[in-house]
């Protein structure tokens, strides 16, 4: 046990909009398969069953598995460059039993069935990819085309190792997209052929846009109804033909649905509350008998700014029938987020705080010779430690959640390109810990941090922030004491992009004049050493208990004198 894990484990002793709009699309090309409610009229705003009738949900820790972490990362049960074994799927349930309640399965990024698939078979895309592309099935479609059922083997292993499974579906990844249009023979990546389906190929003239380069403008417009259609068909064969605890709708993989200049925000809301509740419907009319209620969850942004654009009203999605709403920010382990006002908005829900590994990212490095794509991880990450992850867990409690979603948990080990590292396992004695509310709140030593995060649509990062000599910049910012309250002299610090040189700082937290101090050193001993910043970037001032509150904080940062680089960190120590 490292020295930084050994600290953590002993001192842790509106209205309904409901409808699809209708379009001159014509006829629905999966008309068989999509269920018959599917173009419900804009005006039919009934309250569904369940709604009125829903339990709590059992859950307390969600561990999101995407599955392609498996290969895409060295771990002890998977060798650098070796090919996918049934076993490697089984390991990576295994390695989280008796730590995580929920094991929610990303199938790949869900435009190629990674199941038993009777709307698009394995046999008939592999063979349309290769004719189309002149690539031979990946690693993963060699297992399919053998006859395997990624799907069916998770849920199994779920079964054996007592977690609840799941199946969290991708409503519009855009991975790969990038090669749709590439000459048959042109180099791309293998693993292509999970990204780039017949039906995407065949219908780009529903694409959000023309730019490919643009991963904003690479899926496909859900306000067409054939668009809504295929994806819900493959909801419904999972819901049909596998023994799972329920679904996950994946708002964030990718987060642009529509083109936002020819659709207004009550359309776009009518649109993804009627997928949600033909989703409940379709759950309630698949449950085998014998089985009780089947969840439906929904993996959308922690900031409200955003839900307008991607077409997400809460309040109308839980009375059509939505049980859980993870709150996410993407790829981050943020710690500040609209999570209280959400929680008010669906008292009867409920709501998930999700967790990464990642708390920052790096600028990706373009790597010489490599197209995009074929490396999508070149950037150099902040890692979550184990005091970051207790301290958000902790205060989304405060917050009013119900418990927590961890996401891309693999990610702390060896993947993409070198220079990304160093590397280690991840953190799993942590993930028992995030559902344990008091527990988390006896925890006296607590690490809050705000760094740049999600660049979601519709809203402007809190950071960088570039400053100008006498002007102060202003951050709120949401703390929760420990059980026992802050008793200690905290230290916060700010982080330059480069060099902070001879530039003089000053600090007023809610009115109090904080004292400043040489000590800009990490606050505890931490492997992860990606983007800690040098003695240069750092700046550092004392926090006396008694200038923070419970709630909410103004933070008030000024550049006195000289010029600096922007603002990309600010983090608080304090126990």
Known sequence: MTKQNLEVSTTLTSSSRRGFIKTATGTMLLAAAAPRTFLRAADESEKHPAASARKPFPYRVVYSNDTTHILACTSPYHKQGEGFRPEMLESSVDEVSGLVDAHFLQPG????PWWKSAVYPAREHYRWFEERYGVPPDTWGEYMLAGGDLVELFVQRCRFRKQAPFVSLRLNDVHYKEYV????GTPISIYASQGLSRFYEQNQKWRIGDNMDDWMLRGLN????????????FLEEICANYDIEGIELDFMRYFSYFQLNRTTPRERCAIMTAFVADARTMLDRTTRAGRGRRWLAARVPALTVTHDILGIDLPAMVEAGLDVATLSTNYFATQQSDLPAIRKSIPSATVLNEVTHVVSVGKPVK????????????????????QLLATAAHLAYANGADGVSVFNFPYYREYGVPHQGPFSEPPLHMLGLLGERDRLALIARQHYILTPGWRGPGFKQPLPRAFTAGEPETFVLNFSPPVTGWRNVGRL??????????????????????????????????IYTQQLGSPGELRAWFVRPDALVAGVNTLEIMLEKGSAPRITCIDLWIS
Do not use: C, M
């Open 109 to 112: 990024v869900a435009w190629v």
């Open 181 to 184: 249009n590439a000459p048959k």
């Open 222 to 233: 859900w306000a067409v109804p054939e668009v809504r259609a295929h994806k819900f068909a």
């Open 367 to 386: 790597l010489p010779g490599a197209r995009e794509g074929d490396f999508y991880d070149t950037r150099r990450d902040r890692r979550a430690t184990p």
């Open 493 to 526: 610090r700010i982080q330059g992009e480069s060099s902070l040189g001879i530039s003089s700082w000053s600090i007023r937290l809610n009115g109090y004049a904080l004292r400043s101090t040489p000590d800009v050193s990490e606050p505890y001993a931490n």
